[in-house]
């Protein structure tokens, strides 16, 4: 059982150029988001999906565009890169929409340098 | 979600009982308390989570105060292993859209001394 799989686990971007980071599931969760963590700070809300074909913004979108085209898979797009989004970036999943008990699983992240 | 108040640092010798509070002054009385951790270089992992009772599991145990503003996470013997960022959060239970997702603080930062 993988898990949450993040692809590619480390990447190097000019400013202004676009890539995808992708993320993965295989426990069937319903729920899945988009986080960033900043040096020395906790984790911020990008993007999130309540469902195939669901998605909503979190605290800091701007920048940043989603998908949600099956269950398994949320990925991320920067359309143009820029140093402020240079940071590490962490996609959860978890089973349920009635998030109060259940239990949020994370990949292991993707640090994003924007030079 | 309601917020939560931690410390910023903690610091445990090794096999010793650690005990990190968590202040949540305003919470609901449907709010879930949970706890995660994040070591070093890693995606953050759940810890435990409670509602109103204490709780126990493998990793850690939760004893939640009486009126509910409060709570403790406890690791019962520090390990090297156990040194990361702990993160109190409180979880509301949506009304409608049922989109209640995870809010971090700056958490507490574990260190254990060998």
């Known amino acids: 059982n993988a898990g949450v799989t993040q692809t590619p686990k480390f990447q190097v971007l000019k400013t202004g150029q676009s890539m995808t980071l992708q993320c993965a599931q295989d426990?069937?969760?319903?729920?899945m988001s988009w986080y960033r963590q900043d040096p020395g700070m906790g984790l911020r809300l990008i993007h999130y999906?309540?469902?195939?074909?669901?998605?909503d913004q979190g605290e800091v979108p701007n920048g940043y565009n989603v998908s949600r085209s099956t269950t398994e898979d949320f990925p991320l797009r920067l359309l143009s890169a820029a140093p402020s989004q240079t940071s590490v970036y962490f996609c959860?999943?978890?089973?349920?929409?009635?998030?109060?008990?259940?239990?949020?699983?994370f990949g292991a992240g993707t640090r994003l340098s924007v030079l | 979600d309601a917020k939560t108040t931690q410390p910023n640092s903690m610091e445990s010798n090794e096999e010793e009982p650690v005990h990190l509070p968590c202040n949540h002054s305003t919470i609901s009385g449907t709010d879930y308390i949970h706890w995660y951790r994040q070591l070093p270089s890693q995606g953050p992992e759940y810890v435990i989570h409670g509602l109103t009772s204490n709780v126990n599991n493998r990793m850690a145990s939760l004893a939640i105060a009486e009126d509910r503003k409060s709570s403790t996470l406890i690791l019962h013997r520090a390990t090297l292993r156990d040194a990361a960022v702990y993160y109190c959060?409180?979880?509301?239970?949506?009304?409608?859209?049922?989109?209640?997702?995870?809010?971090f603080g700056k958490g507490t930062r574990l260190s254990v001394i060998a």
């Open positions: 426990m069937n969760h319903e729920y």
């Open positions: 959060i409180l979880r509301a239970t949506a009304r409608n859209s049922g989109n209640t997702p995870l809010v």
């Open positions: 999906s309540v469902g195939a074909g669901i998605t």
């Open positions: 959860a999943s978890s089973y349920s929409r009635r998030l109060a008990k259940n239990i949020q699983y």
